[in-house]
């Protein structure tokens, strides 16, 4: 397979490795017989700073609003296209995480950005508080049963991410319980990644401010009361908490075969210009194709 997280682009390339954590040494990351080195739970070589990604950048912009608007719209177009070629080639499947604290904008993101693909091909989970029958078994079970098939494209509204930080923060799990996570959910990606599962993660970044800001127009709209919970506000006084938690998920979890992007998301439309030139970016590098025709069916003519 093409390496899908390398753009031919080198001025995207160079926008996209920015806004990443801290690159892992692929030396120390893998065996001498070049291979990938088994990361160790409760072994992770770098920090990663939130506070070193500006969430009110906008790396990706044209510099005006109505002209990212209009290329965000042209992308989803190229996106919709992609997808069908996409299912009809089936050599790959692609899982698109978008995490991020409540407000980031995950449902904004996949109206936006996989809002004209098909419905047969892409497929919109999303992920909330396990149920009892799902706390029986281990976390991951919920997860692996929601993967993509050949061919498929499904977006992860929250993720298996969810149980690395919750549990974390709320102090359900003990620090090696969260060290252990860790380690299987990198085992986990990197056995997807086997299996032909291209696994993007994009980690959407805002603001405690502009979170106050989104919570409270939820509160000044009826019409966006539905989408207010009580459960909210005690997330956000737990802000540093959370705000650490992700930065240890995302120091533990950025690896080569699945790797993470950090998406300043104060911008609405840029968090979806970012998202759609990337995902175009993976999907282009994987030089798709159809299956060959059947030379039989030249021969038919339809009465």
């Known amino acids: 397979m093409n390496h899908p997280f390398h753009s031919s682009n080198k001025d995207v ?53 109505l002209r990212d608007k209009a290329v965000t719209e042209s ?55 396990p149920t009892e029958a799902e706390r029986a078994h281990d976390y991951l079970w919920r997860i692996h049963q929601k993967v993509p098939g050949a061919g498929e494209i499904t977006v992860f509204n929250r993720s298996h991410y969810e149980d ?6 709320n102090g359900w799990i003990t620090p090696e319980q969260h060290h252990q996570r860790f380690g299987h959910i990198n085992d ?13 993660k994009f980690m959407l970044h805002i603001s405690a401010d502009e979170q106050r800001e989104r919570l409270q127009e939820r509160l000044d709209d009826p019409a966006k009361h539905w989408k207010f919970s009580m459960s909210d506000i005690e997330a956000r006084k737990q802000w540093s908490q959370y705000q650490k938690a992700y930065e240890m998920l995302l120091a533990a979890t950025h690896t080569p075969w699945a790797p993470w992007t950090i998406v300043p998301a ?30 039989a069916l030249q021969k038919i003519r339809i009465e």
Request: glycine share 8%.
């Open 13 to 65: 390339a160079q926008r996209w490795s920015q806004w990443q954590p801290d690159a892992p040494q692929h030396d120390d990351d893998r065996r001498p017989d070049g291979q990938p080195e088994r990361r160790k739970a409760g072994k992770h070589r770098r920090t990663v700073s939130l506070k070193d990604f500006d969430p009110s950048a906008k790396p990706f912009s044209l510099g005006d609003k």
């Open 75 to 129: 992308i989803a177009q190229e996106l919709d296209t992609l997808q069908n070629l996409f299912y009809a080639d089936k050599r790959y499947k692609l899982l698109v995480i978008l995490q991020g604290t409540d407000t980031s904008g995950k449902d904004g993101t996949i109206r936006g950005v996989f809002g004209r693909m098909s419905a047969l091909g892409v497929h919109a989970v999303g992920w909330s508080a």
């Open 164 to 169: 690395v930080l919750v549990p974390a923060v």
């Open 188 to 200: 986990f990606e990197r056995m997807l990644t086997h299996t032909g599962t291209i696994v993007l």
């Open 266 to 295: 104060n911008s609405k439309t840029h968090r979806n210009l970012m998202i759609a030139t990337l995902v175009r970016e993976v999907l282009t590098s994987l030089d798709l194709r159809y299956p060959p025709g059947d030379p």
